[in-house]
């Protein structure tokens, strides 16, 4: 079974972070609405909702993969 640590962002150099957070706003499927948004736009968007504990930054030790996921689904994830 997959273990995830919560990552604090605020522990990442900012560097990291903001490339993180541009990394996860250009995947392929990533749907914005009808209006497309610049990249800062994105970027933005998605770093108030972490700052608002909306979503959490999650590691997965056994792939190394990390993921922000909804703080609900991280709850859950972060249970088991």
Do not use: H
Request: glycine share 4%; charged share 30%; with cysteine.
């Amino acid at each position: 079974m997959p273990q995830y640590v919560d990552v604090p962002c605020q522990r990442l150099p900012q560097a990291v972070y903001r490339a993180l957070l541009e990394e996860y706003v250009t995947r392929d499927g990533t749907d914005y609405g009808e209006r497309e948004l610049s990249l800062e736009e994105k970027v933005q968007d998605i770093q108030g909702r972490v700052a608002r504990g909306e979503v959490r930054l999650l590691f997965e030790s056994e792939s190394e993969q990390w993921d922000l996921v909804a703080a609900d689904a991280a709850a859950l994830l972060l249970e088991n």
